[in-house]
């Protein structure tokens, strides 16, 4: 019965249900950010700053937090909005607590900052301990529309009296071609000052400049011999990992710097790295790295800040001289579409070439030759040996992937027949750090100067190869896959890099259980010395050879043994550096 | 940072703003209640006429009925309309001289004895004959003591009509003019046919009983007692004290679960929703039974029955044993919760219900608090879905020395293309996991309800007969609780984070002193948490009775369900003592499925004929019942927000070499945890709340029962002497299976991660920190960089058990006379509880585990991951007295003794971290079965069915109380990292008493005041004291702040009364029923604490629902309910007993919230 009632009680249940309102509930979301209210967008001016100036203000305004630099263990810096790190701009200082080795700014001056009529009035300052101001500087610029960089250096006060700091650099940002990067050189070269005599003599590293690979050849006509205060043009070369090195007219190689405490304190005499007070290591310092496809660099020399030994005790003294800095001029791409390889002859009495699905990977070589790199689009790749008739000896499949680097290896095995063999190669001088459990990212160290190693045996007639280093010196843990047993062909897949530094590696006949076995006599000892691919380079300006050269080295053992095998098929370790 | 404000003023106004909304959107809802009473009100009052309710003074003298009604429409503004042929008829002269009454006596004085009725429509009265010609009415009696009979069902033989007798008997039917046949059929008697033609209005009917025996050989299933009046008959038979609900009462307080039926019987209380204490004793002392077999817990942590597995709608009736008799287990200590489901009814039946509504705090179409991906499908079972697979399980086996290995899999990835796979395999597994940590709104749906029931019984072979009863249930519903209170008060202040960056030492203020008894805020916090529970269950019973001696009965029962909750605390700490704020944001994501299988198997044989044959009676079950929790995540983390910012230590890479740098941040952030001393090999255990838990329980329950009873003649009467044995078996398995988050101080880079995500924790477990980091520039050739990776070992929680309890007994029955009744014998009970913690390949912390020369861990081995727990088979006894002074009254007096075991999970040796109750949940294989002497005394009446009046006292001895410890092992003001107390099942030294009486009355008010026809109250009242001796180590907590503490406590989690009220009124004619219930609980003790506090007491809250059905048309009827009208705060305080939740003067309140109205309605549809 559909009475009155109840249709009143529907309708108040009704009225009950719409009435009711709803609730409006806000999520409670924690508002952890620093405020990004500032429009930080980048105009196209940049200030390098290589002087360490450590705080600026814009149109008046501070930037920076302006706290003064503090000694003894804590060093803390709030942060500014527009430096959220630790609102300083430079750091000018060194000393053993400025772990980071700091020195300086590359910054984007944002859009927002220029005034109406387009310029801004920059002060930059440098604090001393107490807060007063020990170094002043005031600089007006324009802004830009095309990319324009203002170098902060020593240059001008040292060369030129100091009435400016800055030196304007226009830049470049537009692409180079695909699979390379653009690189000029700076000099900004200057007289730097001189430590007493007693500490040995500065060497004079000013003047024009040459920019030149590892080994000391030059790199292109167009880097050769930049006069001071000028920047060579840019110049196009396939990605890769170098060691660039610039050289005075005298051919004297000029230091890197790096926040590296061994790496930054020189020897006076020779700039090269300094082991003790009287001790110079004759090794000299210049970053090795990946310059990335697309990548646009300038290497600046102007006078940085070093450290030398004052006494026997280990206390240091800061000294300047001219050095080499890596600025990358764009943000530096991610490569996601190439790849590298090379291929190495290993077989004795055959000339090989490589191909990567069917290109070709360098020219016909001969035994112990290796062919320069190529790059390819990484993809599944079919790489093939041919002999000098073109007929395939082998082949292997592999899915190649970006910013990896390979070598092929052609070798004989036991039968004689050629074979293809491929290693993966590290040149990133990344290490990772034994222990870590769930959280690997901080599980690594990362070096701009290694001297690292692999080991490969490609000699069907060792079946087991050990290696040991000076005078049969054990190399890392007993069982370490990268330096025990290694046969033939197989390749080590586990931490096969050893970084370390000899004075000569040994080959070893071992078996399983057996290591390292006994010293195999007929195959020869390397030495540091054998690293250093031009000795002309240090001998040709009267300088002690160092015991090593740095580098990313792969060593195989290649060749035949036996009474039969004529001499050039001998077997012998031989060394394939792998960056430039 | 000299850059921003900490309080934005928009924001402020827009809280206002929403400040303002909520009071005007709670009181428009005062308002809405309102308007449903008054309505309500006004519906069962207008149709009387204003009116006639008028009070007037009237002189009549031999005036004929015209005359009167004239001169009475006269002295009222009422208009009397009548037919003049048809009051014409009549010779009746009134003569009448009245003062004072109201127009509707006089008019019924005029229209007495005269076949004459009047109808009201607003203020016109209509007076007509009546028309009874259509409509036979009639009661039905019991042959035997004249009592009246609910429950009957009648029927029109060759239509299709039936209706069943009401609680007094009667009952009313519509008839064809021409006469007919009804059949009254109830369950017990003779059937039995009736003639009647047009002249018959009102009969009488008196049924025989089938035979004296017949009721008792009924087995349950088959037993209707699915009323109220048929309840309490039941319980006036009974040799036992006991109480119960009704399916009639469970749908008018619209119960949907089991647990809130319950909260209707008297001495019942509630926690949680899930757990229920009777007469103040706890879930241990009370077991469940459904149709008489034990039903599993799938608790991994609590001894509770699932109750609330069990959909209300299903059931028939729920009795609560509050004494014992031997033929029932006698480890319960305080009660048996007997559940029946529906009984197979004696005519078709099909009904189905479907109702919708929404909880106050969320409101229609609103919002309530969950999570991203919180999907769980309509019946739960995508919950399963974020089970661990296999492939991430098996990391674990593949690489046995843990995460290490993997990381080192990473770094290896570039040189071979099988390693390559490998760690895109293992990095895509550990990507795969839900990257959500916090809570977010979601919009809920309304809130549903579905039932349908069958049921009907069929002619088996020969004369058997087969019942049929199918139920299946569903509801989903949604609550949300919004800006809830959640204070932790303490002697203490400081910060403890377990992170060195957010500290500040713990400090006792100096103004707290023995003499200035006061506590500071330590923590505060708002609380935001919603659930969403969807339930269903299907119901399957089929019963075959070969002839009245044999009869089999099967029941299946399935219930599933799942359930998430989502809960967000937003606050900080009070009194840092340290330049800034630390806030502090709490969330915990829960998923639940669960569910029960029950298969149940019955038989009841009678051998012979005859009053005195033997009857078997057998019952054999199995269950199984499991309860999952996948990927429960839980995440607190405090934000410290110095004035000048803060630093906090960072990796940096230079050339070479890591250095930890001073960095500079403007929060500085920890992920709290902390450590549990006195445990374990070291003394110490590492307690992590923060992290994604996997839990599962499966448990197998076995249960074989036999009972078989010899009558024989004694006394001048039938005795009874019984025997049986009872097999339990329970089977169970726990995995679990913790990982930790990134930011974990417990993890390589602790609280590192939480500044590269800058406190967002949705981020902190996405791909930016979990599996391999996407490479920035690096190198030719570089290494990939592991990030975070979970852990596939095992927790060390891992266990397996098994439960076996074997009894028998023996016991008698006797009647020596008409007016005694003696029940009483002894049970044996024997207890085997052992357990078996899973030692291999668990998850130990690196950093306290030893790595042998070979890379692999030396584990740290458990004290003793066996526990076993035995006892002989020990005497239970029990006595029942029952003196029946009159035909419907009782006294009863009762002494038993009984045990409670300790639970499985209770002995079994681990240490588990429970983020909830924020302490180490640990075992304790030295339990031992508490033992517990009740006495019962009960006088009770029935009035009249459906009538009673009960006074009951109890008292109850308890020795070797199993209680729940809170414990804490503290450095004091030492400590630099968070302690986390235990909490641990002990036998309490002291004895333990708990006394108090219990009050009930179930009246139909009419039968005190006409007026009130319709109207019926039912209350009930426990009041009861309990008292223990405080152990001294925690009466030397409680003194070392309050040196006047009391010695003594009350019991743990019992309340000093409980008291329920419902109110019903119910008028046939417009299809109305409604009712209000009131329920309220005193104060119980739910903490102790040992640190200091006081202990934590909850305080008592006035429940307020009101129920009604209101029949729209001849099968549907709208039925709704507003549940939780007072909406009151619920609250639990730091205080001292009886003193009105006070301590010292002080009000602490640790937590308060508001649990929100719940507001349904729906209709129904009885297709027969």
Partial sequence: MLNRNSIRLVFVALSLALLACKKDKLDNIQVNLIPKDIDLTPSAVRIIDLYGLNHVKANGDSLTNFSPPVTGEVFRFPATAYFPGDGRFGNHWWSENNIDGKVGAIWNIPKKLFKQD??????????????SIDEFAAYSIKNSDGPKDHYVSPFHTYAYGGNSYFVEVPRETSAPKEGHFKIRLLNLSAPVSTPAAAYGQLEDLTGPMTLTYADGSVVDAKTNTVPIGKASAYVEIPYGTYQFKALTQANKIVPGTSGNMNYRTIDPGTSSIAISRFEPSDVIYSSIQTFQPGGIYTIVITPMSFEYFRNELGYKYMLKQNAITVIADVDEPINTSLYRVQGFNAAPDKKIRFFANGKDIGSLISFNQSTPYSSFASSEQTFEIKDENGSVLDKLTYIARPNENYTLWSYPDPKGQIKIGLTVNNLSALMPITGIEADGTYGYTKNSFPTDFRFINLCPDVPYLSITADDGQPVGQKGNKAVYNLEPGSFTTTAPYIRAIFKQLMAYRSAPGVIPGTWAEDIPVIKGQDLIANKDLYQRVGKVLPPYETGIYTIALIGRTGPNVPDAQKARLIILKHNK | MQKGSKTNPLKRKIYIYRKQLFFWMKFSLVVLYLKVFLISVLYAENSKGQSLDMKLNIELSNSSIKESLNMLSKKTDVSISYRDDVIGGYTKKVSLSIQNKTARQVLNQILDRTDLVYHETGTYVFVTKKNQQNTLSGVVYDANDRSTLPGVSIRLKGYNTSVISDRDGRFQIQIPQGGGTLTFQYLGYLKQEVKFDRSNT????FLKKTSTELSEVIVNTRKRVATEAALLEERRLSSTVQDGISAELIERTASITTTQALQRVTGVTVTDDKYVAVRGLGERSVIGQLNGVRLASSNPDRSAIPLDLVPASLLDNITVY?????????????????LKTKSIPDTITLEFIAQTGFNSNIGFGGKYNSFKNNDMGIGGQRINKKNLQDDFLALSQQYPNGLGSIQKLITDRNYSPEAWQEVERINGIMQRFDPIMTTQYDNARPNQIYSLTFGNNYKGFGNGKIGVILGGNYYKRYTDIREGALTQYSVYQGVVTGNPDVYSHRNIPNFITPNRLYMGRYQNYLENTGTETVNYGVLAGVAYRFNPRHELAFQYMGSWGGENKAVNMNGGYEYTGLPGTVNSYIYSLQQAYRTLDIFNFQGEHKFGAGEFAPRLSYNGATSTSGQNEPDYRFAGLAVYTPDAGGYY???????????????????????TSGYVNGYGTYGIIQAEPNGRRWRDLKEKNYNYKADLSFPFQLFDGKQEFKTGVNYLFRDRTFNENHMFIPGSNFVGNKSIPLYDVQGDLDRLVGPEIIGIKPRTVQGEGAMP???????????????????????????????????WRITGGVRFEMTNIGSRVDTANVFLDPGLTATSQDGKKIPMLLIEPNSLYRTGYKPFYSVNLTYHPKEKMNVRLAYNSTLARPELREITNVFEFDAFQMGLVIGNPDLKNQYTQNLDFRWEWFPNTGEVLAVSAFGKQIESQLIRVFNLKTDGLAATYPEFPTIQYQNDQNMGYVWGMEFELVKRLETWWPMLSGFSLGSNLMVAQSNIRKS??????NKSLDRHTPKNSPLFEQAPYSANVWFNYVNKKWGTDLTTTFNIVGERLVQINLTGEPDLYSRPVPMLDFVFTQKLYRRINLKGFVKNILDPAIKTVYANPGTGGLWYGNSYINRSYRRGMEVVFGLTYNLF
């Fill in chain 1, 118 to 131: 387009g310029s801004i009035d920059l002060e930059f300052y440098n604090l001393k301990l107490n807060g």
């Fill in chain 2, 322 to 338: 509050k004494t014992a008799t031997p033929d029932k287990p006698a480890d319960a200590a305080s009660a048996i919760i007997e």
């Fill in chain 2, 1032 to 1037: 001294d180590e925690r009466y030397l907590a």
């Fill in chain 2, 202 to 205: 009102a009969i009488q009917i």
């Fill in chain 2, 785 to 819: 960089i592991g990030g975070f990776l979970y852990n596939s070992q095992k927790s060390p929680n891992n266990y397996k058990g098994y439960y076996e309890t074997n009894a028998f007994y023996g016991m008698l029955d006797l009647h020596p006379s008409d007016k």
């Fill in chain 2, 649 to 671: 230590k960072r990796p940096y890479f230079y050339d070479g070499t890591t250095v930890m740098a001073d960095t500079y941040s403007e929060h500085l952030y920890a992920l």
